[in-house]
């Protein structure tokens, strides 16, 4: 019996497919967030030469809807990158736009043939989110690229 165990500290000696093909749904809401976390997963990607696009949508909520209608439409996909950034308010919204992300992501999962990648930031406060940006708390968007890699290799060995 063989045993898939990948480095996940690293993304070094990965060779996938040649067509590997990832899309990363991002969202507008705190734009200067996820143009960190969509530039550091894209950096990622290209250092692996993974051919990527960016498809964007208005918020958190509308992620899985535009994942589950591209992959109807381009069921090739090797993998798609959720990046979004939820920061908590005064009011229970964000509990339920977390919810409904997370849900929706993992419906995903278990529904449609590519791996779908949980990088939205749920967060207090706008200083936590910059914290993982590239902060001491580490770059969520170049996790979300090695874990779709990992997973799409994952995919490849199965």
């Known amino acids: 019996m063989s045993t898939f165990r990948p480095n996940t500290l690293s993304t070094e000696g990965i ?16 734009a200067s967030i996820i143009e960190k976390l969509t530039a550091s997963c894209a950096e990622c990607l290209t250092s692996k030469n993974i051919r990527y ?13 535009a994942i589950n209608q591209h992959y109807r439409m381009h069921p090739t996909t090797s993998a798609y990158i959720a990046l979004g950034c939820v920061i908590k ?33 749920t967060v207090n406060t706008m200083e936590q989110a910059i914290e993982r ?10 996790e979300a690229a090695e874990t779709a890699i990992h997973m799409m290799l994952l995919k490849q060995a199965l």
């Open 15 to 30: 060779h996938l497919s040649d067509d590997a093909f990832v899309v990363l749904v991002n969202t507008e809401w705190n």
């Open 53 to 65: 696009e960016i498809l964007t949508v208005p918020g958190a909520i509308e992620i899985p809807f």
């Open 89 to 121: 308010g005064d009011t229970p919204h964000f509990d339920y736009v977390s919810a409904s992300v997370t849900q929706g992501i993992t419906t995903l999962n278990t529904s449609i043939d590519a791996p779908v990648i949980f990088g939205v930031l």
């Open 133 to 142: 940006t590239g902060g001491i708390h580490g770059d969520k968007g170049k």
